[in-house]
Each structure stands twice: as structure tokens, then as C-alpha cells.
């Protein structure tokens, strides 16, 4: 069963918008996909469209691999996902993908550093 959700908002000028499709691989393993860019503007949309999805499932993949711009919020959205994952006993995977990978890093060492 695959389920689209499609936000039609322009998150930023020439941005493609963010579309999210779950797939529901076994009775308890969702499978996310995000296509588009993740800024400030949507990232709050996203969040609460996993969350939907963490109550219905035990397992969770979010396939960010085809993101084309993931701003610094999409670290503190996949920080707040992971926790309430974990608070619901779901097993939560990532595939970040080059551009989400390199942003993921760069959040990770400035929040190592944060006194």
C-alpha cells in the first residue's frame, strides 16, 4: 500500500515544494520517501507527517536520499523524530543521501560543541 502526500507550498524561490510517500513494506515497517527541498518553511509539515506514521508502525525508514536542499531545521526535526521513535519503541532508520549526509555532519560537530 503506498500513500502520497503532496505539499504544494514554495518553500523558498525555485524551490520544488516536498512531496512524502509512505510505503508500507510489511504490517510494521513504514518506508518514507521525501522528494524536494527541506527548509524552515516545511519542516514542521514533515515532522508531523512521521509522527502520524511512528503511531501506526514498529519500524521506520525515512529515504531522504532524494532531498535536493536540507536546511540546519531538518537536523533538529530528525533529532526531535529520533527521540519520540525512541519513546514509542520504534527502530527508526535514516538514508540521508550525499546532500542531507553532508548537512547531518556539519549540525553534528557544531552540536558537540555547544557549551
Given amino acids: 500500500m503506498t500513500e502520497?502526500?503532496?505539499n504544494g507550498a514554495q518553500a523558498r524561490p525555485g524551490s520544488a515544494g516536498?512531496?512524502?510517500t509512505t510505503e508500507?513494506?510489511?504490517?510494521?515497517l513504514a518506508v518514507i520517501t521525501v522528494v524536494g527541498d527541506i527548509d524552515a518553511a516545511n519542516t514542521h509539515e514533515l515532522l508531523d507527517y512521521t509522527l502520524s506514521k511512528v503511531l501506526l508502525c514498529?519500524?521506520?525508514?525515512?529515504?531522504?536520499s532524494h532531498?535536493?536542499?536540507f536546511a540546519s531545521d531538518g537536523y533538529?526535526?530528525?533529532k526531535t523524530l529520533d527521540s519520540r521513535c525512541v519513546l514509542?519503541?520504534?527502530e527508526f532508520n535514516l538514508?540521508?543521501?550525499a546532500r542531507v549526509g553532508r548537512m547531518l555532519q556539519i549540525c553534528r560537530q557544531a552540536d558537540q560543541h555547544v557549551l
Avoid: Q, Y
Fill in 76 to 78: 533538529w526535526m530528525l
Fill in 67 to 69: 532531498v535536493s536542499f
Fill in 58 to 64: 514498529r519500524r521506520m525508514i525515512l529515504d531522504l
Fill in 24 to 28: 508500507w513494506r510489511d504490517i510494521d
Fill in 18 to 20: 516536498l512531496e512524502f
Fill in 95 to 97: 538514508v540521508p543521501g
Fill in 88 to 90: 514509542a519503541d520504534v
Fill in 4 to 6: 502520497m502526500l503532496t
